[in-house]
Each structure stands twice: as C-alpha cells, then as structure tokens.
C-alpha cells in the first residue's frame, strides 16, 4: 500500500478540524473533491476512519490508530524537509576534503577558516594524505572532494586545476647552488638526494626528470617534510619540494632556490567523483575553494624563519 503525502495531510486536517469545510479550506480543495479524497483514504486502508453527523466528525477507534502514525509521518517529513532547507543555506551539514600535507599545513586551513565563518553550523573534516591515498580516500567517500596533482581516470573523477605550484631545490645556506636566482636539474647532477615518499606526487612527477641526471640516491625516503629538512640540514643530500611545503622546512641554515624550466611546477586539481553529487555544503567549499586560488600563488617562498 502506498499513501500519499496529500492523503496523510487531508486526514490530519479533517482531524484537526473537525470539519469538512475547514479541512477542505486549509488544503486549498472543494468539499466535495476533500470528501472523495477522505473516502479514497478510507478505501485504501481498508476501514472507516471517521464517524460522520451532520453536526460532528469524530474519529473511529482504527482512526485513533492511524493518527498516531499519521502524525509521526507528518512530523518526519517535516523535520526532513526543515533539515534539507538547512542545508540549502548552509546552516547545517558535513565536509570532508583530502589534501596534500604541504597544502593541509596553511593553506587549507586557511580557506576552511573563512568557510568555517561564514557557514559555522557546518561540521569540517580535513584529511592530509599523499597523492595515491587522497584518490582512494575521495573514491571510497571518505572525502567529498580532494586536491591532488594527480587528475585521476578521467572516467571515475572530475578534475580542475588550481595552478601548476612552483618546485623549490632545499639544500644547505653554504652549499654553492643556495647562491643561485635558479637552478636548473642538470645543477643536481652527481649530488646526493633525499626522496619524498613514492606514493607523493613529487615523488611520481620527479623520477622521470630525475633518472637522466645521475643523481647519488642516499638512501632515504621520507613520509614528513620536518624530517627532509632535518636530513638537508645535517647534511644528507639536497631535496625538492613544492612552494607550500617550505614553510615546513624553516631552518636558518637551509636555503630555497626555485627550479626552472619546463617540469618545474606539479599541477594542483580539484578531484571529484564524476557520478556522485556535491551535497550543497561540500559545493560551497569547493566554489570557496577556486576563489583562494590567489592566496595560494603568494605562498611564502623562503624557508628562514620570519
């Protein structure tokens, strides 16, 4: 059996009511078209619902028991619908986004700060992780949305750039490429070099441009961009790192040079699933998100302490 919403709501308003008329009123209905509508209810129901007099209406015993469970239908449908108003303006809902560390470390939080004020009802998750992990993560659910420097298969995820963030070498204050305006890869020839983790995306968009320079692997890959710096810092080899993630590696003795030429930047997207919508909250920082974009191309750009 299948009640409509408008069946329920006529019953109620014969309940309330009381009368035909009234109850025809407030559904905005003829009597006689209310009347019909109350006996098609009855019918489907299979008893009488109503005693009717000239004078009074008044529920049966079985009508006593469907009220019960029309006005718990009625009050769900209500706080459901009252729930999906609220999040159409953003008073209420849920957000998870994944991002790189180096992004998680200022600038997403930045942007989920203004988010955060403007909409405080709404509940944020930040999930930082390395490039594979964020496409499983937003693949999953775990996440809405993430931003990645990898697209992901164009039939599974829906991809827009950010911006292509500049690549910065990190080495030594005293090492002689810390006086340079810029390096260039050939500079890294025979040094030795720190890796960032094979699942990153630097790791990934590196290796290609890496193998014809003949670097001196040390050995050391590292998950935590404190610990790349404490590496360079003692010693270990040189590394390189996107723009965002310098701020990470503050330490007077080290210095940043940018990277040039035609890989010296790794793209940053916004990653989606391409079959699953948005809720309005998660569509309203991803919008906020584009409009940051600014803020992010002046990431500082020095990895001595301010």
Same mark, same amino acid.
């Given at each position: 059996?299948?009640?409509?919403?408008?069946?329920?709501?006529?019953?109620l308003?014969?309940?309330?009511?009381?009368?035909?008329?009234?109850?025809a009123?407030?559904?905005?209905m003829?009597?006689?078209?209310?009347?019909?509508?109350?006996?098609?209810?009855?019918?489907?129901?299979?008893?009488?619902?109503?005693?009717r007099?000239?004078?009074?209406?008044?529920l049966?015993?079985?009508?006593?028991?469907?009220?019960?469970?029309?006005?718990?239908? =009625? @009050?769900?449908?209500?706080?459901?619908?009252?729930? /999906?108003?609220? +999040? %159409?303006?953003?008073? $209420?809902? &849920?957000?998870?986004?994944?991002?790189?560390?180096?992004?998680?470390?200022?600038?997403?939080?930045?942007?989920?700060?203004?988010?955060?004020?403007?909409?405080?009802?709404?509940?944020?998750?930040?999930?930082?992780?390395?490039?594979?992990?964020?496409?499983?993560?937003?693949r999953?659910?775990?996440a809405?949305?993430?931003?990645?420097?990898l697209?992901?298969?164009?039939?599974?995820?829906?991809?827009?750039?950010?911006?292509?963030?500049?690549?910065?070498?990190?080495?030594?204050?005293?090492?002689?490429? =810390? @006086?340079?305006?810029?390096?260039?890869?050939?500079? /890294?020839?025979? +040094? %030795?070099?720190?890796? $960032?983790? &094979?699942?990153?995306?630097?790791?990934?968009?590196?290796?290609?441009?890496?193998r014809?320079?003949?670097?001196?692997?040390?050995?050391?890959?590292?998950?935590?961009?404190?610990?790349?710096?404490?590496?360079?810092?003692?010693?270990?080899?040189?590394?390189?790192?996107?723009?965002?993630?310098?701020?990470?590696?503050?330490?007077?003795?080290?210095?940043a040079?940018?990277?040039?030429?035609?890989?010296?930047?790794?793209?940053?997207?916004?990653?989606?699933?391409?079959?699953?919508?948005?809720?309005?909250? =998660?569509?309203?920082?991803?919008?906020?998100?584009?409009?940051?974009?600014?803020?992010?191309?002046?990431?500082?750009?020095?990895?001595?302490?301010?």
């Amino acid at each position: 059996m299948s009640l409509s919403g408008r069946l329920i709501d006529a019953f109620l308003a014969l309940e309330e009511t009381r009368r035909f008329s009234l109850a025809a009123q407030r559904c905005h209905m003829s009597s006689p078209a209310f009347s019909q509508m109350v006996a098609r209810l009855e019918d489907q129901v299979g008893v009488r619902l109503f005693d009717r007099t000239t004078r009074h209406v008044t529920l049966t015993p079985e009508g006593e028991v469907f009220a019960q469970g029309a006005r718990r239908i =009625a @009050s769900e449908m209500r706080a459901a619908i009252d729930d /999906l108003q609220d +999040r %159409a303006q953003r008073r $209420t809902g &849920r957000v998870s986004v994944a991002g790189p560390p180096s992004l998680a470390a200022d600038w997403l939080p930045q942007q989920l700060a203004v988010f955060h004020r403007r909409y405080p009802g709404i509940e944020l998750r930040l999930r930082d992780v390395v490039s594979d992990v964020c496409l499983d993560t937003v693949r999953r659910g775990e996440a809405d949305f993430g931003l990645n420097a990898l697209p992901g298969n164009s039939l599974e995820f829906e991809a827009v750039k950010l911006l292509d963030e500049p690549l910065y070498l990190i080495c030594r204050a005293d090492d002689p490429l =810390a @006086s340079r305006r810029k390096v260039r890869l050939s500079h /890294l020839r025979q +040094r %030795a070099f720190i890796h $960032t983790l &094979r699942s990153g995306s630097v790791w990934q968009h590196l290796q290609p441009l890496l193998r014809d320079q003949d670097i001196q692997d040390t050995g050391f890959e590292v998950d935590q961009l404190g610990t790349l710096a404490g590496l360079v810092a003692h010693g270990f080899g040189i590394s390189i790192v996107p723009r965002s993630a310098l701020q990470l590696c503050q330490r007077d003795s080290l210095a940043a040079v940018p990277l040039e030429g035609a890989q010296a930047s790794r793209p940053i997207y916004l990653v989606r699933p391409r079959h699953r919508s948005l809720s309005t909250a =998660a569509a309203g920082l991803w919008a906020l998100l584009l409009q940051g974009v600014p803020q992010l191309r002046r990431a500082p750009t020095s990895i001595r302490p301010q």
